[in-house]
């Protein structure tokens, strides 16, 4: 790994996004965060500032959209992370008539999260693990630049 991608593995900013569901991944996740902030990942809004776009609850027709453009806004390197067994499997709502489960459908996933409720822990080693092998993988030519039709 570069310098450069060293400290920005040591810095990293994630989009969260509740894709549908009870939203108990999502606040999991930002509970996390506030207990152990010391593990340098952030919050932010602005998918173009985002290494991580990471997704829990269903993903619907309307929802698989958002996603496409949020993804397609990051720069790379970038990774996505499924938190949940409903964005990981789609869980019970997999047989919903507007359902297009799991995120895996929509988007490249990097890493999956499994559980219902994940284990804070699991979440934050998932975004730590997957930036740290985004980056050495980025090195030689780890690609996600192409773009997603919607
Ligand atoms: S996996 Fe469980 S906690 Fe997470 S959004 Fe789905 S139902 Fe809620």
């Known amino acids: 790994m570069s310098w450069l991608n060293g400290i920005r593995a040591k810095s990293i900013s994630v989009m969260l996004i509740n894709a549908g569901g009870c939203t108990g991944c999502a606040r999991q996740f930002q509970a996390a965060l ?9 919050l932010t809004g602005n998918p173009r ?3 991580v776009l990471f997704v829990a609850g269903c993903i619907n027709n309307k929802s698989a959209d958002y996603l ?10 970038k990774a996505v992370i499924a938190a949940g067994a409903c964005a990981c499997e789609g869980s019970l709502f997999r047989s919903e008539e ?8 929509v988007l490249p996933v990097n ?3 499994r559980g219902c409720i994940p284990e804070m822990d699991k979440m ?8 740290e092998d985004g980056y050495k993988e980025y090195k ?11």
């Open 34 to 42: 506030l207990l152990d902030s010391g593990k340098g990942i952030t």
């Open 49 to 51: 500032h985002a290494d």
């Open 68 to 77: 496409k453009e949020i993804y397609n806004k990051m720069p790379s390197p």
């Open 98 to 105: 507007n359902g297009i489960n799991p995120l895996e459908k």
């Open 111 to 113: 890493t999956y999260v």
């Open 124 to 131: 934050l080693e998932a975004v730590i693990n997957v930036v």
């Open 140 to 150: 030689d030519g780890w690609d996600h630049d192409t773009e997603l039709e919607r």
